[in-house]
């Protein structure tokens, strides 16, 4: 499933590559404040936790305690000890690999915070970006709101995941990072990728989660679409023609032309697709099985390849 | 037969798998359906070919099928809607309704609107493959858009034939009210998977229609900054409308719409106190809200003649 994007993880290395790392920390620093980046050789930025600890320290107990409450009850329980037996030392909290246990619907959500993880570490760095500072008014309206909104959704997850149980910060591979940041048109086209990506997954998930988290998901799930839209039609707006056009913000290459329905993509694709994208250095394993749905709720349709 | 390969062309390719083993119903059911004909006369050969494929269905059980009726009567009030406004409708009285206002939309609206149409006559056809009835028998004729069910008086929502920035506030209003009824519908699907699957795709669809809806009136002089270029819902109540100078009528409806909208709380955990949101406004733009069927239909019943309470 996945393979480490761009190399050896960039908090690891030393050197040049170090240094790359700490003006990540610095552009991230928002996603810094819980968990940890397990791997950083500078001991401040160090968060070694014994995963048995932590889950007995009564504000991770009551974390866990409340997620019980909304709805993951007894399914969680296994999944909790589950998390704990990975390759990590850290109990899943480094930064080199990250473990989804996709039997379990924790792992689903730690899915979901790993891709809300990725979109709101690419719009803190836009926003911190000297391209923004070139955008139109309107751009920088949509840019700075979409920061808002990933990041709260980045951090809802890190509290309703319990602790003992979460994936640690991912790393941005930062060659790729800051080649997206290059212009405004680089950043919605790497915008468009993510939220149309994440309306897929967000789309394919909703089978796995049980009636409180489905609900949390679909609130989750049409502000991403609302944003996908409006980036579409930014990038439209820009010369980047619909099919057909004026159409892109709900085009034919996402809405299916017979059914009309989006974008949705099951998990190993959308890993995938994130592994292909190069944006991510951790490395993101998955464990466990996907419970088996019906054949008819599994179909595939991915939105494009990013162009131009 | 030739006929039976171009009805299964028309279905998504999820539920032809449900349709591949009962193709010989489809041919045993296709003469007596009334909803054929209803299609027909809608207009919509896809709503048409949807009936003659719904055939080919095992009746869905009544939770998930009741749940497929509602949302059908909403797609088929926006198709309608959508129809009348671009001058397509089967029904000549509602072309003619919003002829004064039709002129004045700009070109870019017009094919946005068409984009949109097809999508929800699209999801018309879709649900009525997956099991849905028309159990309100609606058609064109159906629905009174300024919002006074069977009154000849014109209701509030009348500006909407003679303003085209009004007209696109209710478009809004319509697609947000789509996006919180399938969501709030979504954990009553939880037993079938294959149609809380389809039901999250439209609902997604529903709300990309929303921010383009937005986009396009914040394109407006004098737009509200409530109405974001990021297609998002700012805010709770009839203020997260941004239609200014709106009617008590209108505002009462609007204030239905985004009832809730504003919550900043979500599983007892305060989205605004976390790191790094820097507002109340972000963490409520951030969470779109469910309703209920109940106050959906309290929504749009006064755009329906029938009573679909």
Known sequence: MAGTAGGSPVLASAGAGATRALLLVGVLSGSNRRGGWGDMPDEKNTVVIASAEQFWQVKTRRDFLRVLGIGGTAVLLPSVFAACDDDDPTGNGGGQTATLNLGSEVGILNYAFALEQLEAGFYEAVVASAAYNGMTAEQKEVFTDLRNHEVAHREFFRQVIPSGSRIGNLAFNTTTLNASLANTASILKTAETFEDLGVAAYNGAGKYLTAGNLLLAGKIVSVEARHAAAIRDMREGLGLAGTPAGTRFAGDDVVTTDTGLDVVLQPATVLSKVVASGFVATTVNTSGTLPVKPAGSTAEKAPPSPTP | ?309
Do not use: C
Not at chain 2, 28 to 54: D, E, F, H, N, Y
Not at chain 2, 261 to 273: M, R
């Open chain 2, 1 to 309: 037969m030739k006929s039976n390969e171009s009805i299964l062309g028309s279905i998504d390719p999820e539920i032809t798998e449900r349709l591949v083993s009962r193709r010989e119903a489809i041919v045993k059911g296709a003469s007596t359906s009334s909803m054929i004909a209803a299609g027909l006369a809608m207009g919509s050969v896809p709503v048409a070919l949807a009936a003659l494929s719904r055939q080919a269905f095992a009746q869905p059980p009544a939770n998930i099928k009741a749940v497929l009726d509602f949302a059908l009567a909403l797609e088929i009030f926006e198709n309608e809607f959508y129809k009348a406004v671009l001058g397509i409708s089967s029904s000549a009285a509602q072309n003619t309704a919003f002829a004064t206002v039709r002129p004045m939309i700009p070109a870019a609206v017009v094919t946005a609107a068409q984009q949109i149409q097809r999508h929800e006559e699209d999801h018309v056809a879709f649900l009525l493959a997956a099991g849905a009835t028309n159990v309100f028998s609606l058609t064109a004729d159906s629905f009174n858009f300024t919002g006074n069910r069977s009154s000849t008086t014109p209701g509030p929502f009348a500006a909407a034939t003679t303003d085209a920035a009004f007209l696109l506030a209710v478009a809004q209003l319509a697609e947000d009210t789509g996006v919180r009824a399938y969501k709030g519908q979504a954990e009553n699907l939880i037993s079938d998977p294959t149609v809380l699957t389809a039901a999250l795709r439209i609902h997604s669809v529903e709300a990309r229609h929303a921010s383009k809806i937005r986009r396009a009136r914040r394109a407006l002089t004098g737009a509200p900054a409530v109405v974001k270029w990021s297609g998002t819902i700012s805010g709770g109540g009839s203020a997260a409308a941004g239609i200014t100078g709106a009617s008590a009528a209108v505002t009462a409806a609007a204030q239905a719409v985004y009832a809730g909208e504003d919550l900043t709380v979500q599983a007892g955990i305060n989205i605004a106190a976390l790191t790094g949101v820097p507002s109340a406004a972000a963490a409520s733009e951030a969470f779109d809200e469910p309703l209920s069927r109940a106050a959906v239909v309290a929504i749009v019943q006064p755009f329906f003649k029938p009573d679909i309470s």
